[in-house]
């Protein structure tokens, strides 16, 4: 079945440091893909998407490339920042003969120090 | 426009009864799905609706079952609840065409304690 694994964290970083978080997936046909966000007291939010191979989401000064031939969407950041610590979430969604589903990655948690 | 509101934000249950939890989709959303997140783990997906009828469903058992109504909100109903179905239970909306899925909205979450 289809599956997303990310990597686990918490991730700690300086401010203004680059920031990379793994995501892979396995799917039957052509899911798309999304990294949802999580800061502290609040709901998931969406952060970025991409339904085909070789798109690029960007959203927030994030951006993860959707690569097929490798089965990844990898989160990245050039500079992070304090306000940017929160929990993210990688995502697929497919549609196949047995219905619509959208699966989730465990999440990373992402600290970031001032 | 208005987002995804749940109802109730709480929730306590005693293990055997029956639970029903609302959900009103972000204006111009005709899909909505609900989503069960344990603590510190990512939402696993129950089920999503589309112009009221389900039209995917995740790994959970039939006694978790739901309504899309005309206006596009929704409900959750657990019956013969269980311990383990203590958890957050997420409903996000979206607009969807054809077979794809642009993104949801996600409400704040029923927080449902069972006893």
């Known amino acids: 079945g289809n599956s997303v694994t990310q990597m686990e964290g918490p991730v700690t970083l300086s401010e203004e440091a680059f920031l990379t978080i793994n995501c892979t997936y396995t799917?039957?046909?052509?899911?798309?893909l999304f990294w949802y966000v999580q800061y502290p007291g609040e709901g998931l939010q969406l952060l970025l998407k991409?339904?085909?191979?070789?798109d690029k989401g960007s959203n927030k000064g994030f951006e993860a490339t959707y690569r097929k031939e490798t089965t990844s969407f990898h989160l990245e950041k050039g500079s992070v920042q304090v306000s940017d610590s929160a929990v993210y979430f990688c995502a697929l969604s497919s549609h196949d003969t047995g219905g619509f589903k959208t699966i989730f990655g465990a999440g990373t948690r992402l600290f970031v120090k001032a | 426009e208005t987002g995804v509101t749940q109802s109730p934000t709480h929730l306590i249950k005693t293990r055997g009864q029956q639970v029903t939890l609302r959900c009103s989709s972000q204006?111009?959303?005709?899909?909505v799905s609900w989503y069960q997140q344990a603590l510190g783990q990512g939402p696993q997906f129950i089920f999503q609706y589309y112009r009221e009828e389900e039209n995917g469903r995740g790994n959970f058992p039939p006694r978790f079952s739901g309504l899309q109504f005309p206006n596009y909100s929704s409900e959750l109903n657990v019956n013969a609840l269980e311990l383990d179905d203590s958890a957050l239970y997420l409903c996000?909306?979206?607009?969807?065409?054809?077979?794809?899925?642009?993104?949801?909205?996600f409400g704040s979450g029923t927080r449902l304690t069972v006893v």
């Open positions: 996000a909306s979206s607009l969807a065409r054809d077979r794809s899925n642009y993104g949801y909205t």
């Open positions: 204006s111009g959303h005709n899909t």
């Open positions: 991409a339904t085909k191979a070789d």
């Open positions: 799917a039957t046909g052509y899911p798309s």
